[in-house]
Nanobody, 124 residues
Framework: QVQLVESGGRLVQAGGSLRLSCAASGRTFSGLAMGWFRQAPGKEREFVAAITWSRGTIYYADSVKGRFTISRDNAKNTVYLQMNSLKLEDTALYYC?????????????????WGQGTQVTVSS
């Protein structure tokens, strides 16, 4: 069992930056891919970014490419999402997820464990 706890979400002005963190515990997530998803009010959950264990493969949604950066510190069992040039449409509940395997995926069904989410609100 893996427990995931996100942090770092808050209210920020458009154009600003935030760094989200996701701390994993309960078992090693060695070899497993990790991802970030988000869900805005009234909308379906959407993929944001994912990274493999080795950091050799990283994948971003088109909507955040060039603005967001996913990274991980395997020694600390922590995954990060650096968000720059934030837009109003980035407002959402951001979830961290641990994949069931080592492969990278943008599909939520590929992820076995989920955090409770951290709220990011971008204001004008």
């Amino acid at each position: 069992q893996v427990q995931l706890v996100e942090s770092g979400g808050r209210l920020v002005q458009a154009g600003g930056s935030l760094r989200l963190s996701c701390a994993a515990s309960g078992r090693t997530f060695s070899g497993l891919a990790m991802g970030w998803f988000r869900q805005a009010p009234g909308k379906e959950r959407e993929f944001v970014a994912a990274i493999t264990w080795s950091r050799g493969t990283i994948y971003y949604a088109d909507s955040v490419k060039g603005r967001f950066t996913i990274s991980r510190d395997n020694a600390k069992n922590t995954v990060y999402l650096q968000m720059n040039s934030l837009k109003l449409e980035d407002t959402a509940l951001y979830y961290c997820a641990c994949a069931a395997g080592g492969g990278i995926s943008s599909y939520g069904s590929s992820y076995a464990y989920w955090g409770q989410g951290t709220q990011v609100t971008v204001s004008s």
